[in-house]
């Protein structure tokens, strides 16, 4: 993980926001969990930037201070057990989906436990975590963390549960921020769309496309589309490449309508030689005042630091900032996902043949598949509507855990499961559980509406 330049964090500050990132290089790591369940955990003790240890503790048994935190997950090939998260003591973190030996992921855009916030014309980027908790007693489902610290007057808190497969590492944040003391948000910060952030991502674009670095590399990015729905429900879809930095991302601010802000990794095989993740932000609750705002700033080395922030900005917050003793919660889930979007092959059916169906929360609904890739594992999925250039991709959610093969003429047979997704309409498919080297496929999905 990289980490800028005190030269550069200055221009930035000067010209719209900060930008840091996590450790080029941990080190000094030892093993605090060995490898059980599928799982295993190490801390580091140095890195090659300053930061400040945080004490670590696992399963109620102090660990000494680190600062940084590696978890690894099995794969399907036998010995493999590839990291999966990265956490630093400077409320930094990546996420990457369990990879297979012939198809492996690298760790790309980052991002950051909030909230940051601008006051008196100073701003407090990114908390310092002092404390760092682990749970195993849910694994193999899930790994338990909790992590607390402070950023400058906001005394902070996380709860966050991790899981991870082939496809995408989750995980789910329950945030909150207590004031110390009053917190007036500055108000020409917040009319820019950066007054009060309560997540970011933390990401690096230069080129897309063309040689870079003195020809040394191709694609040098770890993310290049910006995506979200806009307050009237159309989808906003900005290529970094179309940015002339030093530039804000999304000009002006646009409210945000939908839960989900993506940050996607389309380019391909990139500077680190391999596939990046994309990213996720996943809202727990509906938005009701918030906007979408990014900043990227020139750079021409790949391997100096990020230089691509995005964020979502809580305008309601970010006009009454805080006085001592309030509080601020929420919660959001954070996704490092397939580095490549599924291509259709095939189709979903309801059982009865039907392409639409409605129901409670809860319904159990029954599929089947046709013309899916032969001999193939699968899951059946929903996912979010409506991503017409990409089918059964973005917000993947089991409807049942039990893998299902496809015959020898790529037929699935009847499946079901229950749905629990909130009211909306959503997309369900047969989506390939465990892909390999190679385009990932997705049959063609059938739609649900809960009421």
Known sequence: MRRIGSAVAQLLVSSAVAFASPSGALGDCTTIFPAQSGWAVEMCATDVSPLVPMAVVVNGVPRGNAVGVLVSRASADPGHMPQVAVFTSDGYLRLKPVDRLNNQIQFGSSFVLGPAYWQGGDYKHHPQLTHFDINTSRLPAALDLNASGTNAALNVSYGMSLTSNAHETRLHVTQSALAQSDIAIDAGRTAEGEGYKPVQFSSMFITEGTPCFGGQYTNCNDANVVRFLAQDGSEVRIGLKDITPPSFVVTPTAPLKDQIVELLQTSGVTWQHGPTPNVRLLLDDAPSNFSVRG???????????????????????????????????????????DSQLPMAQGFT???????????????????????????????????????????????????????????????VPNTAGRLNRPPGVWDMCFYEADPIAGAQVAGLPVQFTVN
Not at 394 to 405: E, H, I, K, L
């Open 295 to 337: 900043y990227v700033s020139p750079a021409s080395d790949p391997a100096a630091g990020d230089n691509v922030g995005l964020w979502v900005q809580d305008n309601d917050r970010a006009a009454t900032g805080f006085r001592a003793g309030d509080r601020a919660t929420i919660g959001y889930t954070l996704v490092g996902g």
């Open 349 to 411: 059916w309801f059982s009865d043949g039907a392409f639409t169906k409605s129901g409670p929360v809860g319904t159990v609904v029954t599929a089947f598949g046709t013309g899916l890739r032969t001999n193939t594992a699968y899951l059946l999925v929903t996912v979010r509507h409506g991503d017409t250039d990409s089918p059964c991709a973005f917000d993947v959610v089991p409807v049942n855990n039990t893998v299902r093969f496809s015959n020898s003429r790529g037929f």
